[in-house]
């Protein structure tokens, strides 16, 4: 099942650049109000931008992870090539200490420590780490515009799309994946308009989706969290289409916190509900969304705003960074290869090689 694929005119924005001896990043925590770039010069740096959310979004993170390998790489010394690869693993576990949750953070690492392993000299090693971490950015925008082009002939035109978190190049580095799927949309002629949950608690819906939309001229109207089922009630949604930051073998999906409810919501509605995501974000070794990891963060992400404080002084909060959407509730799932429909287990185990 494939959409008319159409060029994409959309320019992709510079969000992870590599300059040769350093990575150069937007800073996500600074929009919408400041489009700040910041210059990353050591592993470290990528680690530290990764766990403050300057870099967000699955694949994004695994494309910044892959650069940070590189600049871990140039920092090392060493004796000889297997004393390198030794001391690299440190600089695996730093990234990869990051953010336990998505998946594509760890299918980078896993493809860098294979380039690694796979030299005869230092230099080499270095020259070829560099050549994957740009081979991965580039695939990545590959996938995003087959994801753009499965996932557009799904929506039908006139529709109203409700959309969660962030999807767009912000999140990718290309061309994103629920909202390639609606870029693809527009670049078809089809008429479209966008609900964009706020996404509590760190409003990337409200600051990002909302940011980047607003470069493409698609119509779009931001909505609280909890507003979404009062929509769906009055036939206001055509279709729900996430991302995801890890799937399961049986299709369990994890994705940003809020995705189970509009899930549910969906459901009960009998709206479409669609996940768009990489191959890379499937992750075949567990078996269900139960043997995922979820992400704990700080309590001062629900009781603060832009570092204001929303709460009495010493509120207790819970933060789960990402929820379990059960592959029940998934109508199809849009990657890069093909759509993917029930039973999910049985597909991913076709696609996976």
Known sequence: MTGRAIPFTFNVMKIVEWLGNKVR??????????????DLHHSQDVATAIRELKIRGAPAIGVAAAFGMVLGAHEINARSADNFIEKLKSVSRNLAAT???????????????RVAR?????????????????????????????????????????????????????????????????????????????????TRPLLQGARLTTWELKRTGIPFKLITDSTAGYLMSRKEVTCVIVGADRIAANGDTVNKIGTYSLA??????????YVAAPTATIDAGVATGDDIPIEMRSPEEVTHILSIPIAPKGTEALNPSF??????????????KEILNEPYGDEIKRIIV
């Open 99 to 113: 953010r336990p949750t998505a998946r594509s953070l760890f299918w980078a690492i896993d493809r860098m420590e």
């Open 264 to 273: 549910v919501l969906a459901h009960e509605h009998g709206i479409p509900f």
């Open 323 to 336: 929820d379990i959407t059960p592959a029940r509730y998934i109508t199809a799932m849009v990657t890069e």
């Open 118 to 198: 796979s030299g005869n000299d230092i230099l080499s090693i270095r020259n070829m780490l560099t050549a994957e971490a740009i081979k991965i950015q580039i695939e990545q925008m590959e996938m995003d515009k087959k994801i753009g082009e499965f996932g557009a002939s799904l929506i039908p035109d006139g529709a109203s799309i409700l959309t969660h978190c962030n999807t767009g190049p912000l999140a990718t580095t290309g061309y994103g994946t629920a909202q390639a799927a609606i870029l693809q949309a527009k670049e078809q002629g089809k008429i479209i308009k966008v609900l964009v949950t706020e």
């Open 25 to 38: 990043i937007i800073d996500q925590t600074r929009l919408p109000q400041n489009e700040v770039y910041t």
